[in-house]
């Protein structure tokens, strides 16, 4: 079975979304998805999400790709990736991730078998969180 993981926040959920995590469980058998925590998206984005993270967690949850979902850890945003073990991390097409940088963290943890994948733009000047939220 090849596990897949993606990440997100996921606030106002869209087709966008849906179509990042559709792609996402093409590339394996099991797709756990992790909702950034309430505290963590604020540090990253610069603002608090809309919905609570408990909200979101559970509008992934409903989503008929996802065979899983958990919410991402306060202080360490790298250790849900080490504890679940995924064989694929399929980021989102405008994720502002470094692969080289994630690749580089999670093999200085003793994280060896993995690959990172980006999905492609969906719509993007129609489904974009940014957007929408306006």
């Known amino acids: ?13 869209h087709h966008g ?4 995590l ?6 394996g058998d099991f797709l756990l998805v992790v909702v950034s925590r309430d505290v963590n998206t604020e540090r990253l984005k610069g603002e608090k999400p809309h919905l609570s993270e408990d909200e979101r967690l559970k509008a992934i949850s409903e989503c008929a790709y996802v065979d899983k979902a958990v919410l991402g850890n306060k202080k360490d ?9 995924p064989d694929v991390i399929c980021l989102g097409y405008d994720q502002r991730v470094d692969e080289r940088e994630l690749e580089k963290e ?12 980006r999905a492609k733009a969906f719509k993007p000047e129609l489904y974009k969180s940014s957007k929408l939220k306006k």
């Not at 559709?22 to 590339?27: C, L, T």
């Not at 999670?106 to 994948?117: A, D, E, N, T, Y």
């Open 22 to 27: 559709r792609q996402a469980k093409d590339f």
């Open 106 to 117: 999670l093999l200085s943890r003793g994280f060896k078998s993995f690959r990172i994948v």
């Open 77 to 85: 945003i790298y250790k849900v990736v080490v504890d679940e073990k």
């Open 17 to 20: 979304h849906e179509e990042y």
């Open 1 to 13: 079975m090849v596990k897949v993981m993606a990440f997100g926040t996921f606030d106002v959920l």
